[in-house]
C-alpha cells in the first residue's frame, strides 16, 4: 500500500499562486509515476499534469504555461507550482501515485480560486 498527504490548498484570489505538495509513503518501488487530477464540482475527475520516471511532464491545455509539476524522488514527493490562477481553477486536486499498473489517490485539497 501507498498512502499520499496533500498539502498546500486555500482560498486565493484571481491571478495569484498557490503550490501543492504530495508526499507519498509505504511500499514504494520504483518505476513510478506521480501526478495531479483535480475535480471541480458537478465534473467529471481530469488530468491536470503527470511527471514520468524519466522525468517527462504532461499538462492539460487548460494550465500549460500556469502550472509546473516537479518531483523529488529522494523524498517521493510531488508538488504542483499554480501561477496565474483562475476561478475555473477552482476544485478539489487529488495527488496520484501510478506504479506497476496500480494507482493510489489522495484524499484531496480543496483550492479555491475567488476574488
Known amino acids: 500500500q501507498v498512502q499520499l498527504v496533500e498539502s498546500g490548498g486555500g482560498l486565493v484570489q484571481p491571478g495569484g499562486s498557490l503550490r501543492l505538495s504530495c508526499a507519498a509513503s509505504g511500499n514504494i518501488f520504483s518505476p513510478y509515476a506521480m501526478g495531479w487530477y483535480r475535480q471541480a464540482p458537478g465534473a467529471q475527475r481530469e488530468l491536470v499534469a503527470t511527471?514520468?520516471?524519466?522525468?517527462?511532464?504532461n499538462y492539460a491545455e487548460s494550465v500549460k504555461g500556469r502550472f509546473t509539476i516537479s518531483t523529488d524522488n529522494d523524498k517521493n514527493t510531488v508538488a504542483l507550482q499554480m501561477n496565474s490562477l483562475k476561478p475555473e481553477d477552482t476544485a478539489v486536486y487529488y495527488c496520484?501515485?501510478?506504479?506497476?499498473?496500480?494507482?493510489?489517490w489522495g484524499k484531496g485539497t480543496l483550492v479555491t480560486v475567488s476574488s
Open positions: 496520484n501515485f501510478r506504479t506497476f499498473g496500480m494507482d493510489y
Open positions: 511527471i514520468s520516471p524519466g522525468l517527462s511532464t
